[in-house]
């Protein structure tokens, strides 16, 4: 049973577009939504986190729009850049439990 | 600069051997993960620490996987006997608390078993 399900699997944009990564979820009890980011060779790093008592966050170029009523997030890359190209995970959690984590999505960003 | 560290980066191993991957994770973090990366499967949790005790490891085959943390220091995952499709990528990760916050990865091990 997947608990967060993460589209698309990969995403081909062109500099300076912007990015946009989906995830649903079923748990209502979740309380936690980070996004992840993960180049080659690399440990996932934390980029952008969100609770459910806002509808969205903004860090620079990185936007997380939460939609708790559809059980949906996304994350929004404004002006992507080729160093961005990396894999993305979402994430969610809740009380006492571990990060449930996507399948994520392969982005790529070509010049 | 605080951080996860894993060794060894990389493991070549032939099916049937015994792997041991071990796992630094930051200091002051009473929280410990384990977990599997692969192409098909994406991230998996194999096994999670609280103050060393574990609180699950129902993601992990137990009749070859075993995780352990001696200290608050250490944290290994052994694998024996190991399979070819017991190749992947196996990160660590620890954090302050279980759930609710950021989680901090390792660089990996990237295991390969012929």
């Known amino acids: 049973q997947q608990q967060v399900k993460q589209s698309p699997q990969s995403l081909i944009v062109q500099k300076g577009g912007i990015s946009i990564i989906n995830c649903a979820y079923e748990n209502t009890a979740f309380d936690y939504f980070p996004w992840y980011q993960q180049f080659p060779g690399k440990g996932p790093a934390l980029l952008i986190a969100?609770?459910?008592?806002?509808s969205e966050k903004k860090e620079g170029r990185f936007t997380i729009s939460f939609n708790k009523s559809a059980k949906q997030f996304s994350l929004h890359i404004m002006d992507s850049q080729p160093g961005d190209s990396a894999t993305y995970f979402c994430?969610?959690?809740?009380?006492?439990?571990?990060?449930?984590f996507g399948k994520g999505t392969r982005l790529s960003v070509i010049a | 600069d605080a951080r996860v560290t894993q060794t060894p980066r990389h493991k070549v191993t032939e099916m049937g051997q015994e792997v041991t991957m071990r796992c630094q994770p930051i200091?002051?973090?009473?929280?410990v993960f384990w977990y599997r990366q692969t192409m098909m499967q994406g991230l998996e949790l194999l096994a999670y620490?609280?103050?060393?005790?574990?609180?699950?490891d129902s993601g992990m085959p137990k009749d070859r996987f075993s995780a352990e943390m001696p200290d608050a220091t250490l944290a290994t995952l052994k694998i024996q006997p190991s399979e070819p499709r017991d190749s992947a990528v196996y990160f660590c990760?620890?954090?302050?608390?279980?759930?609710?916050?950021?989680?901090?990865f390792g660089p990996g091990t990237r295991l390969t078993v012929l």
């Open positions: 200091l002051g973090h009473n929280t």
């Open positions: 994430a969610a959690s809740r009380l006492n439990t571990p990060l449930v």
């Open positions: 990760a620890s954090g302050p608390k279980l759930a609710g916050n950021e989680q901090f």
């Open positions: 969100i609770r459910p008592d806002v």
């Open positions: 620490f609280r103050n060393r005790a574990p609180l699950d």
